[in-house]
């Protein structure tokens, strides 16, 4: 399954961007997909996730109740709706596929995001 990540961009702080990721190639039901990222000096870091099948999610508390992600089982596409976006938000997103939480084994390549205060 390869991952092709879009939607990064600049925005001024409070604004609000999507970040879409189609995957190609057949996701199972299992599967879990979702977003890290990793800011400038920093590790890599999760944000949210989605079980692909019933599509529960999961989210980092740095971004509870400001991000959404969610996916799209017709179009193979999962979402990242970000609202209300700090500075501290800056980082390159990753779009990810895994067999369970948190724990990736498909990389998409990075969306650069950047909040600017």
């Known amino acids: 399954v390869q991952l092709q990540a879009s939607g990064g961009g600049l925005v001024a702080a409070g604004g609000s961007l999507r970040l879409s990721c189609a995957a190609s190639?057949?996701?199972?039901?299992?599967?879990?997909m979702g977003w890290f990222r990793q800011a400038p000096g920093k590790e890599r870091e999760f944000v949210a996730e989605?079980?692909?099948?019933?599509?529960?999610?999961y989210y980092a508390d740095s971004v509870k109740g400001r991000f959404t992600v969610s996916r799209d089982t017709a179009k193979n596409t999962v979402y990242l709706q970000m609202n209300s976006l700090k500075p501290e938000d800056t980082a390159v997103y990753y779009c990810?596929?895994?067999?369970?939480?948190?724990?990736?084994?498909?990389w998409g390549r990075g969306t650069q995001v950047t909040v600017s205060s």
């Open positions: 990810t596929r895994g067999v369970s939480l948190n724990s990736p084994v498909s």
């Open positions: 190639g057949r996701i199972f039901s299992s599967a879990v």
């Open positions: 989605v079980r692909w099948g019933v599509g529960r999610t």
